[in-house]
Structure formats: structure tokens, C-alpha cells
């Protein structure tokens, strides 16, 4: 079975652009969570998208966006990219919500 | 009251020897305490996860001890191995609140020397 899968793996974006992540969940899972490990701060709780609907998000700016498209897949998009965005964000996958959550590897993004 | 404390930073073990990481918590409303192993250039992988029912649960050599009245728990290591070193995290959710966040300690790198 294969795992949660993002893309790309590695990105390089300088400050003010606009990048778009994306993630596939594991089969059969309609829950999609993101999260960003930025150095220093650990793991941090962004978004969670359940059956299309965004139902929580996380201490981030509206600039930090996304949505779950109809076959669970999901996108993290962040606008006006800052420095401090730095970081790998991940992605993680539940059967439902309230189950447990299974990561990808993650999008390492670095700000120039 | 949201966060989870996490100890130590770094620890280092002989093969063999136990490893015992620490997590403790305000919230009480936390139900649901899972441990996640990641390698380097890797997602956190789920390792063990317990809820406030149950005082221990183990899985192989990875044992989870819970201590619901100090707000406490650890995860211990048995037998350790070079292959368990990696950064461990332990996190807490409000699954009956439903809020679909977990909220991570920061993590201990383990190293464990042949």
C-alpha cells in the first residue's frame, strides 16, 4: 500500500512569490492534515481538510491556504512568501478523523 | 496549556541499554498520546500511541507508560540499536473535541552507540 505522497520534494522560492504544495493520501483515507517543521520550532499544526471541507486551521496568516479536491487529494498554498516560511512542510493522512495520522516525507521549501 | 514538554533534547545510549524519553502536559482534555519516529530527510513515522485508559502499552521493544494523574508519559526503548537513532517526538490530540491537530513535544535526537 502506498504511503502519503507530496511533491515536489525540494523547492526554492524567493521572498513575495507564491508556492503550491501538493499531497495524496493514503488509499482510502479522506482526512488530510498539513503541518510545517521549521527549524527550531518543531511541528506545527496548519490545516485539516475532511471530506472537502476545511475544519480546522493552526496560528498561521491567511496566507497560508488550501483546499481538498473531490478524490481527498490536497494543496497547501502560501502567498507572499517570507523568510521565516523556511521550513518542511508535511502532510499526514487519517482514515477518518479521529483516527491515526500517517506522514509523507515532506516539501523541503527554502526562501532566498 | 496547549503545549507538551519534552525531555531530553539529545541522549545518547550504549546498545543494549534502555532509552527513556519523557513527555508531560497541562491539558487535561488530552485523550489520545501517539510517539513518532523520524530519520533524517524523512516524515515522522507513527511508532506507538496510547490513550488515558490504559497505564502501559507495549509493541515489540517501544513501551509507552502513562501516568494520568501526574500528566506524565514516556516512552522507553528496550534492547536499543544504532538503527533506533532518530529524532522522537511525542504529541497530544483532543480527539473527543475534534479538532484534528496534534500538538508535538520538540523532539529528542537519540543516538545509540555500538
Known amino acids: 500500500e502506498a504511503g502519503v505522497t507530496q511533491s515536489p520534494t525540494h523547492l526554492i522560492k524567493t521572498r513575495g512569490q507564491q508556492v503550491t504544495l501538493r499531497c495524496s493520501p493514503i488509499?482510502?483515507?479522506?482526512?488530510v492534515y498539513w503541518y510545517q517543521q521549521a527549524l527550531g520550532l518543531g511541528l506545527q499544526f496548519l490545516l485539516w481538510y475532511d471530506e472537502g471541507e476545511e475544519r480546522n486551521r493552526g496560528n498561521f496568516p491567511p496566507r497560508f491556504s488550501g483546499r481538498q479536491f473531490p478524490n481527498y487529494s490536497s494543496e497547501l498554498n502560501v502567498n507572499a512568501l517570507e523568510l521565516e516560511d523556511s521550513a518542511l512542510y508535511l502532510c499526514?493522512?487519517?482514515?477518518?478523523?479521529?483516527?491515526?495520522?500517517?506522514f509523507g516525507d515532506g516539501t523541503r521549501l527554502s526562501i532566498l | 496549556q496547549q503545549q507538551v514538554k519534552q525531555s531530553p533534547q539529545s541522549l545518547i545510549v550504549q546498545k543494549g541499554g534502555i532509552s527513556i524519553i519523557n513527555c508531560a502536559y497541562e491539558?487535561?482534555?488530552?485523550?489520545?498520546f501517539p510517539w513518532y519516529q523520524q530519520f533524517p530527510g524523512k516524515g515522522p513515522a507513527l511508532l506507538i500511541a496510547?490513550?488515558?485508559?490504559?497505564s502501559e502499552k507495549k509493541e515489540g521493544r517501544f513501551t509507552i507508560s502513562f501516568n494520568k494523574s501526574a500528566k506524565q508519559f514516556s516512552l522507553h526503548i528496550m534492547d536499543s540499536q544504532p538503527g533506533d537513532s532518530a529524532t522522537y517526538f511525542c504529541?497530544?490530540?483532543?480527539?473527543?473535541?475534534?479538532?484534528?491537530?496534534?500538538?508535538f513535544g520538540q523532539g529528542t535526537t537519540l543516538q545509540v552507540k555500538p
Open positions: 491539558n487535561t482534555a488530552f485523550d489520545y
Open positions: 488509499s482510502g483515507h479522506t482526512s
Open positions: 496510547i490513550r488515558p485508559d490504559v
Open positions: 499526514a493522512s487519517s482514515l477518518s478523523s479521529n483516527q491515526p495520522q500517517h
Open positions: 504529541a497530544a490530540s483532543m480527539g473527543s473535541s475534534n479538532t484534528g491537530k496534534l500538538i
